[in-house]
């Protein structure tokens, strides 16, 4: 059995530390929206297509939704939004919880649904612009 030597544990540290680096720069930029409360909304979709835009408040709002793919439930509040309720098989939605950040996400697969928090305030939010060419 062969013995690691000193240049292998610093390829293994390199590579470690570049996707740490990575890794921590993708967190930091996702978690530092500048953002006000009230100006956050959530847009819900409907197997790939758009059904409708809710406005994320402190007051009070149900939103249900009743398609051919399935009954969900949702509860905005808090300038949040949670999916209190699911028809389908596995409840995994209802784990997602209470999401109140721009780019935080509720799906729930078997209704084809997807709920996303976004700023359309936000100048830095712009995922029409090219990121890579290859």
């Known amino acids: ?22 890794y921590g720069y993708k967190w930091f930029s996702n978690h530092n929206h ?12 409907v197997n790939g297509k758009a059904y409708k835009t809710v406005q994320l408040t402190k007051e009070e709002q149900i939103i ?23 028809d389908a098989p596995l409840t995994i939605a209802l784990d997602m ?6 780019k935080q996400q509720i799906i729930c697969i078997p209704a084809r649904l997807l709920v996303e928090i976004s700023n359309p305030e936000s100048s830095l939010e712009d995922d029409d612009a090219l990121d890579a060419v290859i």
């Open 34 to 45: 500048p953002y006000k409360q009230g100006e956050l909304e959530a847009v819900i979709t």
């Open 1 to 22: 059995m062969k013995t690691m030597k000193r240049g292998d544990f610093l390829l293994i540290l390199i590579v470690l530390l570049a996707a740490g680096s990575i």
């Open 97 to 102: 919880g209470f999401i109140s950040r721009p």
């Open 64 to 86: 249900d939704i009743r398609t051919r793919y399935g009954h969900n439930t949702l509860k905005v509040y808090d300038y949040g939004i949670q999916m209190t309720y699911s």
